[in-house]
């Protein structure tokens, strides 16, 4: 079976690719990699075509390619992906770091150069699946999932979860289900007695539902310690690191300085291009590194003092004040862009559409109350031009709204709301299992889960929230029937290397066995998904 492996970045992907092929015959046709991966990738699979990603992020068509390429938008071919485009300008705000790098003429002019390409590609080399390591959000492979969609080219894609490795594998952004949900199902017509999770599960479930153990993300977490690090002087860092490693420290340090100066020669990360103009992207090669250092440094300085003055307009109109004598539902906002709202949920990336949909919604006499995401105050995200102090008074239009500050506990609120609604984050979850019910306007993983309320139109938002007005509360029998079956589907398995490395702090599975259950899970989603049976490599 031919497939392309599309943004398979970092390291290990390429462990992947090969243990899919020699596991399950999946044969790498085509594959975009990163550019300090190109090399090894074409010693690993010489025959395959192989992309660096940042050409193919600037619509440089790969040279296998490019020979016998052919335009291939009209009227008609615009029109059915229409609402494609719609997302992908909402998706370039990505790439516009300060609100003036790309402008609307870019927008559109990248945008027929990639699904013009692509268009091409996938007509004229149509491989038998598509593989993506995560929900396509990155502008050129949003495109390239589009047009398999349009062109009925199966794929697959994981979506972002952080529990314990059970990483739900799908087959679009806007899925009906994941695998898991079809045990689910079985297990809420079988239901019997009480059951016992497997122990990792058990003690996950515990420590939610008690309490006892802080729900927040990965990357939050990493967020807090890089907060953390900021306040302490850098030789202070340094020889505690020193005490602690030993010797071992030298050798990390010397990977970590090669890691940050990479970062800035071959633009792996955004932030190196952002405060340029997007058609002169092209020039940052010729810069000096020194040069393309001081850019970075000066749009992350300038950044820091936007996000800074936005932090102190939240905060003025928002309230610290949590009315525990009014019905009220807690609305937490997410951090944008970022692929949990841009393409996860739809045209609710604008969150304010949520906003005023909840608001209308609303039974008398209810709150709304809305809290920031925290990190969209953060110096170290990536962008500082997606929120403004209008945004936060069009909320307040609304007269059952209130902003809440971002110094009140979430669990406080979670604790004496009615329900909890958000996009597609975790939070929802963490709500029910808290035994709240939880309203989501997008699609999230966990969407099918006991105590869920899929509110994409203003009907399904009436009729839950009459529910939950009339003593609606779910059922943690069922929740943890949800928990078994996502269990019993998966094994546990790491496909980005920061979860691997975080769970290699309380977990011993190494990276070839890591590898061998990503494949593992990949072929049981394929199975699922497409009703075939995952061609052998020995066939």
């Known amino acids: 079976m031919n497939v392309f492996y599309l943004g398979f970045c970092q390291d290990f992907h390429l462990e992947i690719i090969r243990s899919n092929r020699e596991l399950m015959g999946w044969i790498p046709t085509y594959a975009v990699v990163y550019e300090t991966e190109v090399e090894r990738f074409r010693s690993m699979f010489p025959t395959c075509p192989v992309s660096g990603q940042l050409d193919v992020s600037l619509a440089r068509l790969n040279p296998d390619y490019a020979q016998n390429f052919t335009h291939q938008l009209d009227n008609d071919v615009l029109s059915e992906f229409h609402s494609v485009e719609s997302n992908f300008y909402r998706m370039c705000d990505r790439r516009d770091f300060d609100g003036y790098s790309f ?140 005490l602690t490693q030993g010797l071992s420290f030298f050798p990390q340090l010397i990977k970590t300085l090669q890691y940050k100066i990479n970062a800035v020669k071959n ?38 003092f936007r996000l800074k003055e936005l932090q102190a307009d939240y905060e003025s109109l928002a309230t610290n004040e949590v009315p525990i004598d009014s019905p009220f539902v807690i609305f937490f906002m997410h951090y944008t862009p970022e692929k949990t709202s841009v393409p996860d949920a739809g045209p609710f990336a604008d969150q304010y559409l949520a906003i005023d949909m909840l608001s209308a919604s609303m039974p008398e006499g209810w709150l709304l109350l809305v809290k920031e995401h925290p990190y969209q105050f953060s110096p170290e995200m990536p962008n500082f031009n997606t929120r403004t102090k209008y945004d936060y008074l069009q909320f307040l ?54 105590g869920m309320f899929n509110c994409l139109t203003q009907n399904a938002t009436q009729k839950a929230l009459a529910q939950i007005a009339g003593g609606y509360v779910p059922d943690m029998y069922k929740v943890r029937l949800y928990f078994k079956a996502l269990g019993q589907q998966w094994k546990r398995s790491y496909h980005m290397s920061y979860y691997f490395r975080a769970q290699q702090k309380t977990e011993n599975i190494t990276m070839d066995e890591n590898v061998k259950r990503v494949s593992y899970n990949f072929m049981s989603a394929y199975q699922h998904y497409y009703g075939l049976r995952a061609q052998s490599a020995s066939s």
């Open 103 to 242: 402008n609307t003429t870019e927008r559109r002019r990248h945008y027929y150069r990639l699904l013009d390409q692509w268009l091409y590609i996938l007509k004229n080399h149509r491989p038998d699946l598509v593989l993506f390591p995560d929900t396509p959000h990155t502008l050129w492979d949003y495109i390239a999932y589009a047009v398999c969609e349009q062109l009925k080219i199966p794929t697959l894609m994981h979506t972002t979860n952080t529990i314990l490795g059970l990483t739900p594998i799908v087959n679009k952004i806007e899925f009906s289900e994941i695998p898991s949900d079809a045990i689910y199902r079985t297990e809420l017509k079988n239901q019997k007695s009480d059951f016992d999770l497997p122990a990792d599960l058990e003690d996950f479930w515990k420590s939610k539902t008690s309490l006892t153990e802080d729900f927040k993300p990965y990357y939050v977490k990493a967020l807090e310690e890089k907060a953390k690090l900021r306040t302490t002087p850098m030789w202070l860092r340094l020889w505690k690191k020193l």
């Open 267 to 304: 633009l792996q990360f955004y932030h190196a291009i952002k405060g340029l103009p997007f058609a002169e992207i092209t020039q940052f090669s010729t810069f000096t590194f020194w040069k393309k250092l001081s850019l970075t440094k000066a749009i992350k300085k300038e950044g820091a």
């Open 397 to 450: 239009n609304n007269k059952n709204v209130r902003l809440i500050s971002t110094a009140v506990d979430s669990f406080y609120l979670i604790k004496h709301c009615k329900a909890v609604s958000t996009l597609t984050g975790t939070v929802a979850l963490e709500g029910v299992l808290q035994g709240k019910p939880a309203l989501i306007t997008g699609y999230a993983w966990y969407k099918n889960c006991e």
